[in-house]
């Protein structure tokens, strides 16, 4: 389950940005947001997002500057509505999974969510990652606060499992982050290995659970450091 996909997004950004698309005819504007994204996140891999401008985006897309004014009028609203639908996607879905009881459950349906939703949106989630430097100031902020909020959900559930290892929550939350991270970032790395989402997904569960779902018995590392038959010392 994912709050958008690569279908409904272009519904989600023309109804969001409804008082800025001064295109109202809904067919032609779906199609033309679709092809500026597109055409922005392939600019932005061949040339830097730096260095493209609007003509280039225009040259992409086949659209006149007047047309593509009549989605956008800068790079900064582009970059903006990029962050906005990063952030909506990566704090509407824990939502979807609030009722799963069992905290490990849960950090599993979270895991396998974030894997998925950052596979069917990867080029948005690359371009947060890797050009949040083209934000405005606020937008950078946003972004990190983002960032953090979702961090702050993982390690609240972390901090549910019972006999879990004594490693702060918010540490092990941002270690299970970066796995997600490395996954649309280095997609490269995993094509060339053969590895999907479905057994990258496996494998990131597999070693959560292993750490956090391990019973730690009471003062264990204590016991370990006594000689057979011998109490451990006060």
């Known amino acids: 389950m994912t709050p958008l996909d690569g279908v409904n997004i272009w519904a989600y950004l023309l109804d969001r940005y409804a008082d800025r698309i001064t295109v109202k005819r809904r067919k032609p504007a779906l ?38 004014y009549g989605y956008i009028s800068s790079k900064d609203q582009l970059a903006e509505m990029i962050e906005d639908v990063v952030r909506h996607v990566t704090h509407e879905l824990p939502k979807k999974y609030a009722g799963i009881s069992d905290p ?29 430097r083209v934000l405005q100031a606020e937008q950078r902020g946003t972004a990190k606060e983002s960032e953090m909020h979702v961090q702050a959900l993982f390690a609240e559930v972390i901090a549910q499992i019972p006999n879990r290892p ?19 970032v ?4 995993y094509r060339a290995a053969d590895i999907d ?9 597999r070693m959560m659970r292993g750490y956090l779902g391990a019973v730690i018995p009471a003062q264990a590392g204590i016991q370990s450091l006594s000689a057979p038959g011998r109490s451990a010392p006060a």
Not at 108 to 129: C, D, G, H, K, N
Not at 175 to 182: I, P, S, T, V
Not at 197 to 205: E, G, H, L, N
């Open 31 to 68: 199609e033309n947001l679709e092809k500026i994204f597109n055409a922005t996140f392939k600019l932005a891999n061949e040339v830097g997002f730096r260095a493209m401008n609007l003509r280039d985006l225009c040259g992409e897309t086949g659209l006149s500057m007047g047309g593509l």
């Open 104 to 132: 490990l459950d849960r950090i599993e349906a979270l895991m396998r969510a974030s894997i998925y939703v950052s596979e069917i949106l990867q080029p948005w989630f690359y371009f947060v990652f890797m050009d949040s």
């Open 166 to 184: 004594h490693a702060s929550p918010d540490l092990v939350a941002a270690h299970l982050m970066a796995m997600f991270q490395d996954w649309y």
């Open 186 to 189: 280095k997609r490269w790395k």
């Open 197 to 205: 989402p479905d057994r990258f997904a496996d494998s990131a569960v």
